[in-house]
């Protein structure tokens, strides 16, 4: 059901503040109504853009620093990382990740950005994965943002093992999960 | 132990008959001596250079055409194929392939070329990856090349359904195996 406009701009700022990645076409379509009046009505509300409301989330919450590669080997942008506890990224699927029959979103693709934030989130200069169980729920379609959340399940930092489990997101739709076992620096 | 000229000569013929894809270096290590040395005996018996050799593999065993994505969305060089059965490709591991601090391959490109092998040997046009059970037996280096080998273990057309085991080798040593469920069009 369509709302008026003050209605419509409360329930803006409450989606925006409980989902901050979410895009203006989300939105646009969220409320039945053309992606320009989400970019006006951010306007009037002084909502930042997608991409500076994603930049301001990662300046505020990665308090930590990925140790265990350089960031930039990271698949998809971190936006939030405590080490050892968990993380997210996002990646934005683009055309050099799909099949070209098809603008599927290839495996692999979503695989790296799991495992990469997997690698991230282990709080050691060493980590390394040893097995991993995946599953693909459903497609990715070129256009679509990946939101990957790791948690660290299990840290067995004497035997030098942690488990990170991986779920991936396209809005609030899994789409990849995965679990991770990762060998890492034994810390007696 | 080194062995004369004679001896090393025929044992590189056995050598290279049994493993194609083995390198020069390999070579020279197996037989203790220098690649120069397994350069003139390859010069000398007249077994032309790897590439060469795994083109000719390709040329000859190649029966079947990928049909389920185009040729060049394979990660690797598929060198045998055949549809729904088996199928083998070689990854060689180069910079871009590897973990900057250590030159150690980063597992998403293991991954990706199991996952394309395995999408490859399908015999049809659709085929979706939709679970994966995978494990990381030892570290790839840069210079290496990976031999993933995929076979067709359960077939189920009417219900859309294959599982295909992959495993990847570096010279005969295991380095990546997985088990990877894959969707495909339902055949009644």
Do not use: C
């Amino acid at each position: 059901m369509r709302k008026n406009k003050k209605e419509r701009q409360e329930l803006l700022q409450q989606t925006i503040r409980s989902t901050p990645f979410i895009t203006d076409e989300e939105l646009a379509e969220k409320f039945e109504v053309s992606i320009q009046t989400i970019r006006l009505d951010r306007l009037e509300l002084s909502i930042p853009e997608l991409r500076e409301r994603i930049k301001s989330v990662a300046e505020q919450t990665l308090q930590d620093e990925v140790k265990s590669l350089p960031i930039d080997e990271v698949i998809g942008e971190i936006v939030d990382l405590n080490l050892d506890e968990q993380a997210i990224s996002i990646l934005e699927i683009k055309d050099e990740h799909v099949f070209s029959r098809n603008q599927i979103a290839r495996g692999h693709h979503l695989f790296a950005q799991a495992n990469s934030l997997a690698v991230a989130v282990i709080d050691d200069e060493l980590a390394l994965t040893a097995k991993a169980s995946i599953r693909f729920s459903r497609q990715v379609k070129q256009g679509e943002r990946v939101v990957a959340k790791a948690k660290v399940m299990n840290l067995d930092k004497p035997k030098g093992w942690t488990a990170v489990a991986v779920n991936s997101y396209v809005s609030e739709e899994l789409v990849f999960s995965g679990t991770f076992e990762m060998y890492r620096s034994k810390q007696t």
